[in-house]
């Protein structure tokens, strides 16, 4: 059974740092893509980052992000724990939201979320 679970969100200051982790069960994170969501209060859902884990050998491994956090966050994936990460760096206010990671892969159709991490970003 498909399975995710977030952690690691909390309360911090403008300019910190946090990681977020996505703990996988019923597939393995580095054969699939897996992207991090986030969605701020009265907002809807935005797609912060991806890494690729399918497509050839050209884009295996191959991240994107959005703009607002480009540079700024970084996504990597531990296959011995298969866990995905969110390395969230200089946190703005702006970034606090509940933070949601899922998969994408033609092997699992549907949709798979965990109950999210929320990230406070505050003094």
């Known amino acids: 059974q498909v399975h995710v679970a977030e952690s690691g969100g909390g309360l911090v200051q403008p300019g910190g740092s946090l990681l977020l982790s996505c703990a996988a069960s019923?597939?393995?994170?580095?054969?699939?893509?897996m992207l991090w969501y986030r969605q701020a209060p009265g907002k809807e859902r935005e797609l912060v980052a991806q890494i690729r884990g399918s497509g050839g050998p050209t884009i295996y491994g191959r991240a994107t992000y959005a703009d607002s956090v480009r540079g700024r966050f970084t996504i990597s994936l531990d296959n011995a724990k298969n866990i995905a990460y969110l390395h969230m760096n200089n946190l703005k206010p702006e970034d606090t939201a509940d933070y949601y990671c899922?998969?994408?892969?033609?092997?699992?159709?549907?949709?798979?979320w965990g109950q999210g991490t929320r990230v406070t970003v505050s003094s």
């Open positions: 899922t998969l994408r892969s033609p092997v699992f159709p549907g949709d798979y």
């Open positions: 019923g597939f393995t994170v580095t054969r699939v893509d």
